[in-house]
């Protein structure tokens, strides 16, 4: 999961995330740079650029328009999933309470973003609600590092995890992607790059 503050450090970015090993990117609408930055990557053709911290339909369109090729949101709104299916885009709504793992359910969405996921019950509560939840797979975030990633990793339910420990937002904004390149590596080889969004 990234943040990023220019358009003009998404090139860099996605340099140093391929070379790192791991082509994904999960670009956040916390600020005016998201729809350009997801168009500079997804232009690229060699990475996955999805749109994040999604919550209205119009943003759905925006990244879509973009080139994303999945959707996050931080929580479950039925009009954002109804506007991926629309779009033909992948939701993946948050999901940390049994009502709303159901509602997504409701909806055709089979894979859940479990987020804030240490404040939220952390593993354990993952695990709680894979047990009734058998058709759901988990995508953990929030709070997750090299320190705890393979609690996660190890429940059966869990399809990936997302972090932002190798892409942190200062070291984009002073063009150091020489260093995220580095961290990028480094989380690939401690959990392999199919367990990380």
Request: with cysteine.
């Amino acid at each position: 999961m990234v943040v990023l503050d220019s358009a003009a450090d998404a090139a860099g970015l996605a340099d140093a995330l391929v070379a790192g090993g791991l082509p994904v990117a999960e670009v956040t609408f916390r600020n005016a740079a998201a729809v350009e930055s997801i168009r500079v990557m997804a232009k690229r053709g060699d990475m996955l650029v999805c749109a994040g911290t999604v919550l209205k339909p119009e943003q759905v369109d925006q990244a879509a328009d973009a080139g994303a090729s999945y959707i996050v949101s931080p929580g479950f709104s039925r009009e954002v999933v109804s506007r991926c299916a629309e779009r033909g885009v992948l939701a993946l709504p948050g999901a940390v309470t049994a009502s709303e793992v159901m509602a997504a359910f409701d909806l055709g969405v089979t894979t859940v973003k479990f987020f804030p996921a240490e404040t939220s019950g952390g593993a354990a509560a993952v695990k709680a609600l894979a047990a009734p939840f058998t058709g759901v797979r988990f995508v953990p975030t929030g709070g997750i590092g090299p320190g705890n990633v393979q609690e996660y990793l190890a429940i059966p339910s869990v399809h990936a995890v997302g972090g932002s420990w190798m892409v942190p937002r200062e070291l984009i904004a002073s063009g150091d992607f020489d260093r995220v390149r580095r961290l990028t590596a480094d989380a690939v080889s401690l959990v392999g790059k199919e367990a990380l969004v």
